[in-house]
């Protein structure tokens, strides 16, 4: 920087195209540079998930000069890389990659796109569209599955709620502390907070377990996003009218909604557990404070464990499940209960604009992406139509006859 440049005297001399160029020597540079003036100050939904693939763009391509994206080349041994990774998962990289690109060229630090035409092409067909639908018995695996969760467990104990009941049985009739804690192997400390009701008391209103099964049934009831239904307030439930509120601000596409609930539903009854919380509370949140919960992740993964009979493990305290192998052949995402929503609606004859309106599509292509009928549901409606041409055949030659 020049001596010059606080001395108001002096004229200071716009940045030309080359200067920033100068600076930003490496695609790091670039990555860097697009972060702080575009991911952290734009309105972003999706900020965590940018941020996430620029660390990866970084640590693949950061080395390279900024001139190497303007070529193919260095662009292409990215993707021979991340070959193993699916496609749609590459595709999601090369996009954020070529949206880096455009943002630098609109800002003179690049002059060209080393995407189409002639270049590098995103094989968006060649995705392969998740169709993963959820069962009525997959359904109520993952909610008796719930009443797992609610086990206590604290430390090295691993207790039911039946050897809970009956320490506590023991102790108001009599027997010593110390003779139930050799009895169940825990601690005296442990046996006395059990007996006082400290922990794992019977009349607490909600436990995790509780939690998860309400938010199951509020992904597969209302066909809200995660983010969306998280996000859902008591004041914001209609109760004259019987519908939820998803505001403008916290929908993935800026279109305020509603969605209706049913009288005397479990969706109502999930609603109505959480009134007494009171109106700025998350009904889906903290089952005893109401507070706003940001990440489940680590209880929806010991979920699906738990609904396929396989004993969830760590390799340490506050840590996810290690069963990761597991989890894949499972093969079960959040967002397919929100699939699972929609595509009920569509089997139950739903048209599809009302659809669209439900989810909070800007496309509706993209609500039509949704409605994947299940083989028993087409081959019922294939039955109906073939009677019903049967139908009109016969009544078309029954007319003919009379004419004659």
């Given amino acids: 920087m020049s001596s010059n440049c606080g001395n108001p005297r002096v004229r200071i001399e716009p940045e030309t195209s080359e200067q920033p160029l100068k600076r930003l020597a490496t695609v790091a540079d670039l990555l860097r540079l697009y972060r702080t003036r575009y991911v952290d100050v734009e309105p972003l939904k999706a900020r965590a998930v940018f941020a996430s693939q620029l660390r990866i763009l970084t640590a693949q391509m950061g080395e390279l000069p900024i001139t190497a994206l303007e070529r193919p080349d260095a662009i292409e041994d990215f993707k021979a890389r991340y070959s193993h990774r699916t496609v749609a998962t590459v595709n999601r990289y090369l996009a954020r990659l070529r949206h880096v690109t455009n943002w630098a060229i609109g800002r003179d630090l690049l002059t060209r796109t080393a995407f189409h035409p002639r270049g590098v092409r995103i094989p968006v067909k060649s995705e392969r569209r998740r169709e993963r639908r959820v069962s009525e018995a997959e359904e109520q695996r993952l909610?008796?599955?719930?009443?797992?969760?609610?086990?206590?467990?604290?430390?090295?104990?691993?207790?039911?709620?039946?050897?809970?009941?009956?320490?506590?049985?023991?102790a108001k009739a009599g027997v010593q502390q110390s003779e139930i804690a050799i009895a169940f192997k825990i601690s005296r400390?442990?046996?006395?907070?059990?007996?006082?009701?400290?922990?794992?008391?019977?009349?607490?209103?909600?436990?995790?377990?509780?939690?998860?099964?309400?938010?199951?049934i509020g992904a597969l009831d209302t066909g809200c996003r995660r983010g969306e239904m998280m996000k859902i307030q008591n004041k914001q439930i209609d109760w004259r009218h019987r519908w939820i509120r998803i505001l403008k601000e916290h929908s993935k596409t800026d279109v305020a909604r509603v969605i209706?609930?049913?009288?005397?539903?479990?969706?109502?009854?999930?609603?109505?557990?959480?009134?007494?919380?009171?109106?700025?509370?998350?009904?889906?949140?903290?089952?005893?404070?109401?507070?706003?919960?940001?990440?489940?992740?680590?209880?929806?993964?010991?979920?699906?464990?738990?609904?396929?009979g396989i004993t969830p493990k760590r390799t340490g305290i506050r840590t996810r499940v290690a069963n990761r192998a597991d989890l894949a052949k499972i093969d079960l995402h959040w967002h397919d209960l929100r699939h699972e929503a929609l595509s009920r609606l569509a089997d139950d004859g739903v048209p599809v604009r009302e659809l669209q309106l439900l989810a909070g599509h800007a496309n509706i292509t993209t609500t039509q992406r949704y409605m994947n009928a299940r083989v028993s549901s087409l081959a019922e409606s294939m039955r109906h139509a073939r009677a019903r041409r049967v139908t009109r055949l016969e009544e078309s030659d029954a007319a003919s006859s009379e004419i004659r």
């Fill in 143 to 170: 909610l008796d599955a719930c009443k797992r969760l609610n086990e206590p467990t604290r430390g090295a104990a691993r207790l039911t709620w039946a050897e809970v009941r009956e320490i506590r049985a023991r």
């Fill in 189 to 216: 400390p442990l046996c006395n907070e059990i007996v006082r009701l400290r922990i794992w008391d019977p009349d607490a209103k909600l436990t995790i377990g509780d939690e998860m099964r309400d938010r199951i």
């Fill in 260 to 308: 209706p609930f049913e009288a005397g539903s479990r969706l109502e009854k999930v609603l109505r557990r959480r009134a007494f919380l009171g109106p700025d509370a998350y009904v889906f949140g903290d089952a005893t404070t109401g507070a706003y919960v940001a990440n489940m992740k680590s209880a929806w993964e010991t979920l699906q464990l738990l609904a396929n």
